[in-house]
């Protein structure tokens, strides 16, 4: 099990940028895949971007693709979104998830850890 405490979110303008961050407990961080996941209120929890234990591999939802990039840092137990040409649709609260394998999902219940989450608003 790993614990992660996301930060990083914050209230920006369109076209603003913001980078979240999700660190992790444990020594074992390298074996997790982690995942970003967002939850606007009243809608699902939606995929957002995934990032293979290497690092070497990422994938992203089509709603944030070509804005968004997803990286770690796997000495400093960390994953990064950076979050760029920001949108009013942009604005919810974003989760940090982790699975102890080499899969990725893009659904919620294919990841085992979750953060807190942080509230991100783009205001138009």
């Known amino acids: 099990q790993v614990q992660l405490v996301e930060s990083g979110g914050g209230l920006v303008q369109a076209g603003g940028s913001l980078r979240l961050s999700c660190a992790a407990s444990?020594?074992?961080?390298?074996?997790?895949?982690m995942g970003w996941f967002r939850q606007a209120p009243g809608k699902e929890r939606e995929f957002v971007a995934h990032?293979?234990?290497?690092?070497?591999?990422?994938v992203y939802g089509d709603s944030v693709k070509g804005r968004f990039t997803i990286s770690r840092d796997n000495a400093k137990n960390t994953v990064y979104l950076q979050m760029n040409s920001l949108k009013p649709d942009d604005t919810a609260v974003y989760y940090c998830?982790?699975?102890?394998?080499?899969?990725?999902?893009?659904?919620?219940?294919?990841?085992?850890?979750w953060g807190q989450g942080t509230q991100v608003t783009v205001s138009s």
């Open positions: 990032i293979s234990r290497s690092g070497g591999s990422t």
């Open positions: 444990g020594r074992t961080f390298s074996t997790y895949t």
């Open positions: 998830a982790a699975r102890p394998d080499a899969f990725y999902s893009t659904r919620p219940g294919g990841y085992s850890d």
